[in-house]
Structure formats: structure tokens, C-alpha cells
Nanobody, 123 residues
Framework: QVQLVESGGGLVQTGGSLRLSCVAS????????MGWFRQAPGKEREFVAS????????RYADSVKGRFTISRDNAKNLVYLQMNSLKPEDTAVYYC????????????????WGQGTQVTVSS
């Protein structure tokens, strides 16, 4: 069982930056692939970024490539999402998720989800 808690969301102007954090409970965090997803009002949840258990591989949605960076600190049970050059279309609730697979998971393979943190980018 893994519990995930996101933090770091807030209101930022276009072009600004935020860093989201997700802390995981449990002693097996280092064995989980982690991902970030987001859901804007009236839209389906979409993939943002993911990272394998050891940080050896990452993947990004095309819409955030070059602007967002996912990273992790297994010693602290933390995964981060550094978001730069934010745009109004990045406004959403951001969720972190965990998957036990040893590769970049599909969305269906994420088993544990946090409750989300709101990111609002003003124009």
C-alpha cells in the first residue's frame, strides 16, 4: 500500500514557475515508477510525465516537453515536477501516481493516486 500526497500548487502568472512535490508513504517507494497527470475542468485526465523506479528513464507529454522536468529522490520518498514557462493551458489539478512495473507505465498500470494539487496560471 502506498499513500501519495501532493503539494506545491498555487497561482502563478504566465511564464512563471512552480515545483510540485509528491511524498509517498511506505518503505518500497524506490520500487515504484511514478507519474504526474493533470485534469482541467471539463476535460479528461491526461498524462504529463513519468519516471522509472531508478530515474533511469523519463517520458513527457508533447505539450510539456522542454518546459517540465520530472525527478525523484528515493532516499526521501519524493517525486518532483519542475514546471517552467507556464501557460494558461497548464491550469489543472495535478496528480501523482505510482506503479509497480519496472518500466514506464501506461495510465492503466498506475495503481495508487494522490488527491491532487491545484495549479492555476493567469494570463
Amino acid at each position: 500500500q502506498v499513500q501519495l500526497v501532493e503539494s506545491g500548487g498555487g497561482l502563478v502568472q504566465t511564464g512563471g514557475s512552480l515545483r510540485l512535490s509528491c511524498v509517498a508513504s511506505g518503505r518500497t517507494f524506490s520500487s515504484y515508477a511514478m507519474g504526474w497527470f493533470r485534469q482541467a475542468p471539463g476535460k479528461e485526465r491526461e498524462f504529463v510525465a513519468s519516471i522509472t523506479w531508478n530515474g533511469g528513464s523519463t517520458r513527457y507529454a508533447d505539450s510539456v516537453k522542454g518546459r517540465f522536468t520530472i525527478s525523484r529522490d528515493n532516499a526521501k520518498n519524493l517525486v518532483y515536477l519542475q514546471m517552467n514557462s507556464l501557460k494558461p493551458e497548464d491550469t489543472a489539478v495535478y496528480y501523482c501516481a505510482a506503479s509497480r512495473v519496472p518500466y514506464i507505465p501506461t495510465q492503466a498500470e498506475y495503481r495508487y493516486w494522490g488527491q491532487g494539487t491545484q495549479v492555476t496560471v493567469s494570463s
